[in-house]
């Protein structure tokens, strides 16, 4: 019988849906081209460096069906990464290491021909990384934020809209009720796409974004013109990493992530507005459940792509979602920049057209 070839596969970053999607692509792309088995590292390239490495064959029958799941059966980790990876020592002290070398030597060793990267900005520079030290490596864009480059969407975004969306819906009735002003604040990071997309089609009157700092004046008098004299109400949409001009974002944990900026939106402006003020942090909700359609079939497709990249050996590419298709394009170009939402982005437009205050 002939020796297969053998790809790696590893899901890395924050999960986000769809993550089973191309898992199971992965590996029925492989069984249907046949020549081809599919391991699992798990949580990310950890299952690799780790003593015994905890990496999985991947068969048709594990991955059956769980395309409508969300999360990842790999697991994942957000921090560290083989760069800087936490190494214990007999002390008890730990260093962050660059353990690549290693990392690289045990994935030869393991046999593997072929890695299969699916990760959002951070992940995908280290894929980047190690496919400049030797590594034959494809990526596949993943994140809910939308903030990688050179591919209009990455999957599990479209799923976060929608779940942002549904509970902004939920404010508007809650908040007609009792004439208030409901803040909602939602994930994205440096980039306000989660907000801009959610807050249009939420319908919302403000909508905060990282892209463009807020005045207070400007968010007191568009509520105001909403609420008067104690009647109508008013629904403002706030990116976490959104900031006034005047002002820093808000940060939890050491300022090693965002979270905050709704309650310090509802703290300005509540001297200026009559009107009771509650504030919604969507948080990990938006990360969770199943993936929406458009998610699922995104990343199915993604999935067969990048099995087809491997397989083809066109190392050091990433899959990409442009003009209604596939493409690819090399990883460098997706981890350049941050992909923010641009001045003249249509959206901006839309926006301002239907009288919604982007607070600048
Ligand atoms: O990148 C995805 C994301 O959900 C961001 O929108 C958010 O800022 C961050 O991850 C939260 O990270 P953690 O899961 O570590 O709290």
New binding site residues.
């Given amino acids: 019988m002939a020796v297969k070839k053998k790809m790696l596969i590893i899901t890395g ?4 849906p769809g993550l089973n999607c191309v898992i199971r692509a992965v590996v029925k792309s492989a069984h249907m081209k046949g020549g081809w088995e599919v391991w699992g590292s798990r949580r990310a390239f950890n299952g690799v460096l780790e003593d015994p490495p905890d990496v999985i064959l991947l068969t048709p029958d594990m991955v059956s069906g769980i395309h409508v799941r969300g999360g990842t059966i790999l697991k994942t980790v ?2 560290g990464g083989p760069f800087e990876y936490p190494v214990q020592h007999s002390d008890g002290s730990v260093t962050y290491d660059d353990v690549s070398d290693r990392l690289i030597q045990r994935i030869r060793d393991m046999g593997f021909d072929a890695v299969v990267s699916v990760g ?2 951070g992940s995908q520079t280290i894929s980047l990384k190690l496919f400049e030290k030797g590594l034959p490596i494809v990526g596949v864009p993943k ?3 939308n ?1 990688l480059m050179a591919t209009d969407f990455t999957f599990g975004f479209q799923t ?1 809209v929608q779940i942002a969306t549904e509970a902004i819906d939920k404010l508007v009735s809650t908040a007609e009720s009792h004439n208030r002003v409901m803040i909602a604040e939602v ?3 440096d980039a306000g796409w ?1 907000a801009l997309h959610a807050g249009i089609a939420a319908g919302a009157d403000v909508i905060l974004i990282p892209e463009l700092p807020y005045q207070v004046g400007s968010l007191v008098r568009k509520i105001g013109s909403r609420i008067q004299d104690g009647e109508g109400f008013a629904i403002v949409v706030v990116a ?2 959104a900031r006034p001009r005047d002002g820093k974002a808000v940060t939890q944990d050491q300022g ?4 905050g900026i709704g309650y310090y939106v509802a703290d300005q402006l509540a001297s200026h507005i009559k009107a009771e003020i509650r504030v919604t942090v969507l ?2 909700i ?2 969770g459940g199943l993936p929406i359609a458009f998610d699922r079939v995104l990343a199915t497709e993604m999935g067969v792509k990048a099995f087809e990249l491997a397989d083809s050996a066109q190392f050091g590419k990433m899959v990409s979602y442009a003009r209604n298709t596939l493409v690819t394009i090399p990883i460098a170009d997706a981890v350049r920049e941050l992909k923010r939402i641009a001045p003249d982005n249509y959206l901006i437009k839309t926006a301002r057209y239907l009288g919604v205050s982007l607070g600048d």
């Fill in positions: 970053g924050g999960d986000c957000n921090k959002g900005n994140t809910i934020d903030d976060a994930m994205g990071r989660i976490e990493g090693s992530r965002y979270g948080g990990h938006q990360r």
